[in-house]
């Protein structure tokens, strides 16, 4: 089971922290993967990382994709945001424990958490 948090409404510029709370397995073993997706467009990948040794994919610099194995916790920090950001963030689990950057290839999904980015 995965619980996303730390949506909200803020302006361009300025920064946001998710979370994503991981129940049911020992994140260490697992690999967690954060998409977003805007009104009307497809979900699309923001980032991902595999737990057992932090290896992860950011192409994005704003966005810095981190865990703490401890509190089965990743979190997405997302810095200088654009109203273009403004979507629903969903973190996803795979258990193979690589990530992956498709979105099918995860196996379970949060709830999402919307994040809104005012101009």
């Known amino acids: 089971q995965l619980q996303a948090s730390g949506g909200g409404l803020v302006q361009a510029g300025e920064s946001v922290k998710l979370s994503c709370v991981v129940s049911?397995?020992?994140?260490?073993?697992?690999?967690i993967g954060w998409f977003r997706q805007a009104p009307g467009k497809d979900r699309e990948r923001v980032s991902c990382?595999?737990?057992?040794?932090g290896d992860s994919h950011q192409p994005d610099s704003r966005f810095t994709i981190s865990s703490d194995n401890a509190k089965d916790t990743v979190y997405l920090q997302m810095n200088d945001l654009k109203p273009e950001d403004t979507a629903v963030y969903y973190c996803a689990l795979r258990l193979s424990g690589f990530y992956a950057t498709r979105r099918d290839e995860y196996n379970y999904w949060g709830q999402g958490t919307l994040v809104t980015v005012s101009s």
């Open positions: 049911g397995s020992p994140l260490a073993d697992l690999a």
């Open positions: 990382i595999k737990n057992n040794d």
